[in-house]
């Protein structure tokens, strides 16, 4: 169960010498908060739970985690004092997140693990649970496959997020929301991965037609992205933060149990259990969810696409997280070619 806890509309708080005083009009109580206090009931819209309230505070004075039980207990008091409710109560999916990290042949460095924890500490304070497996096998198909079963094996798992502990994945998994990636209730979600050396003259080239990018704007258009997707996007995807793929690079890859379970339960998983490009493996990972093969066309493919063509032969969708570097990309490039 989760509350999210709502200001009176008529409490009324004025500043003081060394904090704020706040009281309810026609109630005896005059209650004093401090600058967090202040910050809490603020942030009390009825919007936000004791989570969201956390990473708020977090962000506002550059804290290292979210401070939650403080949150939590500054609540507690606001609801005390008679200048919050508590709001109605609502029930929710228990929702838990097991980060699957390939490691290939060597240790995590420290900034894969900062970036690691650095989700492991945004999920916990939105109230989802974590495990972390870190898989150093040479072999990415042998390493998604052990996860993808394994993770099919917990009855109390509902997502999976897989990380290659390498540069470009954790650039792009630094600058997403993961919390709001698994509240968006998708089956399959990439969070696109730059990859390739900057396109500066395309860039720059975008950079005189439209004089108001910003420096970030232009490092974006800048950068390729390990995606592809079904159609050119409108402004309705650019909005919505999301559009749907054709393929994604998995090494930042999101999805829920349900994702997984589509592919086992169409049987395209066992079909190509052990099918490799150079050669045959040993079958001791289960079902093979990234081995790879022939496509539908007969085409050669690798893990990556092998998987996504499984999820979507399935009858699944896989959508593209677009809130960060790649939806700036692609406005960029609607505004040049005159649909922006």
């Known amino acids: 169960m989760s509350q999210n ?8 708080v004025v500043p003081s010498a060394d904090g704020y005083l706040a009281h309810v009009p026609g109630s005896p109580l005059l209650a004093w908060l401090n600058s967090t206090g202040y ?18 505070l977090m962000a506002a004075f550059d804290l290292y985690e979210p401070p939650t039980e403080l949150v939590r207990s500054t609540i507690a008091e606001l609801v005390t004092a008679g200048l919050v409710t508590p709001g109605e109560a609502t029930t929710e999916e228990s929702v838990s997140l097991d980060i699957a990290v390939w490691a290939p042949g060597s240790s995590v460095d420290a900034d894969s693990l900062s970036a690691v924890h650095a989700l492991i500490r945004e999920a916990e304070a939105a109230g989802i649970t974590t495990t972390l497996t870190i898989d150093r096998d040479r072999s990415m198909r042998g390493a ?7 993770f099919l094996n917990r009855s109390d798992a509902t997502h999976a997020l897989f990380l290659d502990a390498l540069p470009d994945p954790m650039i792009a998994v630094s600058g997403c929301d993961i919390v709001q990636l698994i509240a ?24 005189r037609a439209i004089p108001t990018l910003t420096t970030r704007d232009i490092e974006a258009y800048a950068r390729g992205y390990d995606v592809s997707i079904v ?4 402004k309705s995807d650019l ?10 690079n998995s090494g930042a890859l999101l999805l829920r149990r349900s ?24 079958f001791a990972e289960g079902r093979g969810f990234f081995d790879t093969g022939l496509s539908g066309d007969f085409i050669d493919i690798d893990e990556d696409l092998a998987f996504c063509e499984r999820l979507r032969g399935a009858g699944g969708q896989l959508m593209i997280d677009i809130s960060g570097d790649l939806g700036t990309c692609l406005h960029v490039g609607m505004h040049l070619q005159g649909r922006g």
Not at 44 to 50: L, M, P, V
Not at 259 to 282: K, Y
């Open 239 to 248: 909005e919505a933060g999301f559009i749907e793929g054709r393929h994604c």
């Open 144 to 150: 998604r496959n052990r996860a993808s079963n394994r």
């Open 39 to 56: 910050v809490v009931l603020e942030l009390c819209t009825g919007a936000n739970d004791a989570a969201s309230i956390s990473r708020a």
């Open 5 to 12: 806890p709502q200001r009176r509309p008529e409490v009324e």
């Open 184 to 207: 968006s209730g998708h089956e399959a979600v990439g969070i696109p991965v730059p990859i390739g050396e900057p396109r500066w003259e395309a860039a720059m080239t975008a950079a």
């Open 231 to 234: 159609r050119a996007p409108e």
């Open 259 to 282: 994702a997984l379970e589509r592919i086992a339960g169409s049987d395209l998983a066992n079909r190509h259990r052990g099918n490799v490009r150079n050669g045959v493996v040993a």
